[in-house]
């Protein structure tokens, strides 16, 4: 079984963990994501024998990805979900990737915060992978070396505006406010021969009890072997950066050719798109604030268990 890598606080102080029966604090001063996995894996393998066993109703579950971490994000990577946002279910010519800002990184627990001005919030698991090494230059990356690229899975949840992402034509503003990325409860760092895993996991979301997504990662169109090593060919990874995979579907979002012709449309002024786009969807089961989400990504066999979690929905207050 791999290691379950929990980041965590305690009295003011943030802390890293290995989680089994109990919690063992990993032993060593690590500030980022890249530090322990470049130069704290000896602690945390040794961790159960080594490291003092935590009280877990005394410490606050924080995001085990740190914010020094780019996020590289994957869109309309099931076919269903292509469907639902427009698009023809075929697998299409190119990979759409797009960023998130860090900021958006928040814990399994934390409640998300919608912006006043947003109508329209969206819900998006994913299944994250967690870089293993430095990538600085163009690599093929195949089944055979995929485990020494990728440290570990993690649950994500890429929740988005899409009054802003739509309308705007702006994804990464639509997907970067504040705790946009609820990530964790911890990193699953990979065994020898679990990365045979990758497409053999489960993804669900409920909200409110109410199943929204489920699916299994043998589904996705682009793998992670042709991600990583298109995005190498263009841009640097590091140890420690998050990449989302994409999202199923069952998403509130609902597009097709009439409510995109009027958004494409720059005739129509922009007061209008918003309000043909938000009476186009404001009955497909968008979060609303007291809505709760429940995610979990699991092998059928639990082998690999990726924990529960767990954020509600609660408005910004307005400031006036």
């Given at each position: 079984m791999g290691i379950k890598l929990v980041r965590f606080q305690q009295d003011d102080a943030n802390q890293w963990g290995v989680l089994e029966d109990e919690l063992y604090v990993v032993n060593g001063s690590y500030q980022t994501l890249r530090d322990i996995l470049t130069t704290g894996m000896e602690d945390v393998v040794t961790a159960k024998q080594t490291g003092q066993i935590v009280n877990q109703s005394d410490i606050t579950i924080l995001s085990p990805v740190t914010d020094d971490a780019n996020i590289y994000c994957q869109g309309t990577n099931y076919s269903a979900h292509r469907v639902e946002a427009g698009f023809s279910q075929q697998k299409p010519p190119y990979n759409l990737l797009f960023t998130k800002?860090?900021?958006?990184?928040?814990?399994?627990?934390a409640n998300i915060v919608c912006p006043a001005h947003v109508r329209l919030l969206d819900y998006e698991i994913e299944l994250g992978i967690?870089?293993?090494?430095?990538?600085?230059?163009?690599?093929?990356?195949?089944?055979?070396?995929?485990?020494?690229?990728?440290?570990?899975?993690?649950?994500?949840?890429?929740?988005?505006?899409?009054?802003?992402?739509?309308?705007?034509?702006?994804w990464f503003k639509g997907k970067s406010y504040r705790g946009f990325c609820p990530t964790g409860p911890y990193i699953y760092l990979l065994e020898d021969g679990e990365i045979d895993y990758l497409e053999r996991l489960e993804l669900h979301l409920s909200v409110n009890g109410e199943t929204r997504q489920q699916v299994k990662t043998d589904q996705l169109l682009f793998k992670p072997t042709e991600t990583l090593t298109e995005m190498s060919s263009i841009f640097d990874l590091?140890?420690?950066?998050?990449?989302?995979?994409?999202?199923?579907?069952?998403?509130?979002l609902r597009l097709n050719a009439e409510i995109l012709g009027i958004i494409y449309d720059?005739?129509?002024?922009?007061?209008?798109?918003?309000?043909?786009?938000?009476?186009s969807q404001k009955?497909?089961?968008?979060?609303?604030p007291g809505d709760v989400?429940?995610?979990?990504?699991?092998?059928?066999?639990?082998?690999i268990d990726l924990g529960v979690q767990e954020n509600k929905i609660v408005q910004a207050v307005t400031i006036k």
């Amino acid at each position: 079984m791999g290691i379950k890598l929990v980041r965590f606080q305690q009295d003011d102080a943030n802390q890293w963990g290995v989680l089994e029966d109990e919690l063992y604090v990993v032993n060593g001063s690590y500030q980022t994501l890249r530090d322990i996995l470049t130069t704290g894996m000896e602690d945390v393998v040794t961790a159960k024998q080594t490291g003092q066993i935590v009280n877990q109703s005394d410490i606050t579950i924080l995001s085990p990805v740190t914010d020094d971490a780019n996020i590289y994000c994957q869109g309309t990577n099931y076919s269903a979900h292509r469907v639902e946002a427009g698009f023809s279910q075929q697998k299409p010519p190119y990979n759409l990737l797009f960023t998130k800002a860090p900021s958006t990184l928040t814990s399994a627990t934390a409640n998300i915060v919608c912006p006043a001005h947003v109508r329209l919030l969206d819900y998006e698991i994913e299944l994250g992978i967690i870089m293993k090494q430095d990538v600085t230059e163009a690599v093929v990356v195949k089944e055979h070396n995929l485990k020494d690229y990728i440290a570990g899975f993690v649950i994500t949840n890429d929740v988005s505006a899409r009054d802003v992402q739509i309308v705007e034509q702006q994804w990464f503003k639509g997907k970067s406010y504040r705790g946009f990325c609820p990530t964790g409860p911890y990193i699953y760092l990979l065994e020898d021969g679990e990365i045979d895993y990758l497409e053999r996991l489960e993804l669900h979301l409920s909200v409110n009890g109410e199943t929204r997504q489920q699916v299994k990662t043998d589904q996705l169109l682009f793998k992670p072997t042709e991600t990583l090593t298109e995005m190498s060919s263009i841009f640097d990874l590091k140890t420690g950066d998050l990449v989302l995979t994409g999202t199923p579907a069952g998403v509130g979002l609902r597009l097709n050719a009439e409510i995109l012709g009027i958004i494409y449309d720059n005739s129509i002024p922009f007061e209008e798109k918003i309000e043909a786009f938000y009476n186009s969807q404001k009955d497909n089961g968008y979060l609303q604030p007291g809505d709760v989400m429940r995610l979990e990504i699991k092998s059928e066999d639990g082998v690999i268990d990726l924990g529960v979690q767990e954020n509600k929905i609660v408005q910004a207050v307005t400031i006036k």
